[in-house]
């Protein structure tokens, strides 16, 4: 449903802090699928065990806090907004994520209210669950692409 330059224009976050490749479907106001693909060039692991490369769990909550965000900003209002990832409960990591690994994630609001949100949403690899979250979300009206900041 949108591909990498679509996600851009949505969010701000670039190479090596974009971690969402594409939107698979999109029902808005309502669910969003995303899909990462993990690939053993990915900067972070040369770093989280050389030679047993992991995909570190706070990489996967913040792609799965990335796709809650291009919900969060799918309406045509919200345009150019800043989301901002305020909160984060009920985090569990199920299974490592590996290079080859293809994660999809799946999230829903549970309460949005103008510029605040609050999501639950479950990454998975081959249909298994690797973690979940809840994550509460904020839109900043007053800074984005059109302030340049």
Do not use: C, W
Not at 35 to 45: D, H, L, Q, R, S
Not at 113 to 135: C, F, P, Q, W
């Amino acid at each position: 449903m949108l591909d990498i330059k679509q996600i851009q224009e949505i969010l701000l976050h670039r190479y090596p802090f974009l971690f969402v490749d594409r939107i698979i479907e999109m029902e808005k106001g309502k669910r969003i699928v995303g899909i990462k693909n993990v690939t053993g060039n990915e900067a972070f692991f040369q770093g989280h065990f050389p030679g047993n490369p992991i995909m570190p769990g706070v990489i996967i909550i913040e792609a799965m806090a990335q796709v809650a965000g291009v919900l969060m900003l799918s309406e045509p209002q919200d345009a150019g907004k800043l989301v901002y990832f305020t909160g984060i409960d009920k985090v569990r990591f199920r299974k490592v994520v590996i290079p080859g690994d293809q994660l999809r994630f799946e999230v829903v609001p549970i309460k949005i209210r103008s510029h605040v949100g609050i999501m639950e949403g479950k990454a998975y690899v081959d249909n298994n669950l690797v973690a979940e979250a809840t994550m509460i979300f904020m839109i900043d009206a007053g800074r984005g692409k059109e302030s340049g900041k």
